[in-house]
């Protein structure tokens, strides 16, 4: 099986979508059955896709992996689903699955656009194949290769080089937490007001010198 998967960040070689990526491509390539998956990264044909039509063309499934974006896809990754409505014909029995992975911690944020993915397929001219969930993942590529997620990506992989399935166990697994509990959302609320869940953000805003206009409302009348 010859798997071609699409890496849908802005952040291309930097980004979690391409970790996560990485550890699902090591779980196929751990299994002995004879397999092939290459990852191509969107960014860089943004202006211009045809050139990795092809590589579609010639694989036999393809996998999208992409960040949740305003509870959607970004835009370069729709452009790119856009592109493929010419190939329509040529994408017949290509199974299409998904990766997507967000920010806040609960994987609730990512059930609305993962309804749109299981549609986008047969648009497509091609079959869903199913889709990875998983939310909390701001901080995937500075975690160690045992983080435990990663294993589980890894098992996922494997058993889909082995069985042309994702594993529905590992799916719902990966997918933990759906919601966080109500008393956890108590303590939450409550440690919120002491700052801690901002350091991260607040380093991020400094870093890009936008730290004092965080409260900024351009388009406030
Ligand atoms: C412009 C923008 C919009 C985002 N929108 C959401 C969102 O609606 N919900 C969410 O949980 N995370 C959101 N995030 C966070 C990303 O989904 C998250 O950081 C993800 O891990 C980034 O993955 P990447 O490194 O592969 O790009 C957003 C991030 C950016 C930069």
Not at 31 to 45: D, F, R
Not at 177 to 197: C, H, S, Y
């Given at each position: ?9 802005p ?36 202006k ?24 959607s ?10 592109s ?62 045992d983080?435990p ?36 959302m ?26 004092n ?9």
């Amino acid at each position: 099986m010859r798997l071609v998967i699409f890496n849908g960040s802005p952040r291309g070689l930097k980004s979690n979508s391409l970790t996560i990526m990485k550890h699902f491509q090591e779980g196929i390539q751990s299994s002995s059955s004879e397999n092939e998956a290459e990852t191509v990264n969107l960014i860089e044909y943004q202006k211009d896709y045809s050139p990795i039509h092809e590589r579609l063309i010639k694989a036999d499934n393809a996998l999208f992996a992409f960040p949740l974006y305003v509870d959607s896809m970004p835009g370069f990754v729709m452009g790119f689903f856009e592109s493929l409505l010419v190939l329509k014909d040529s994408l017949k029995g290509k199974i299409f699955l998904f990766s997507i992975q967000c920010g806040f911690p609960e994987t609730i944020n990512l059930r609305a656009v993962e309804k749109l993915l299981e549609r986008l397929p047969g648009k497509l001219g091609a079959t869903y194949g199913g889709c990875i969930c998983r939310g909390g993942m701001e901080g995937a590529r500075y975690m160690p290769e045992d983080y435990p997620a990663f294993q589980k990506y890894r098992e996922l992989g494997k058993i889909y080089a082995e069985t042309g399935k994702l594993d529905p166990e590992i799916l719902v697994e990966l997918a933990k937490p759906e919601r966080i509990p109500k008393p956890m959302m108590l303590i939450a609320r409550m440690l919120n007001f002491t700052g801690i869940f901002n350091g991260y953000w607040n380093r991020q805003l400094k870093a890009n010198g936008s730290y004092n206009r965080r409260f900024a409302r351009p388009y406030k009348p």
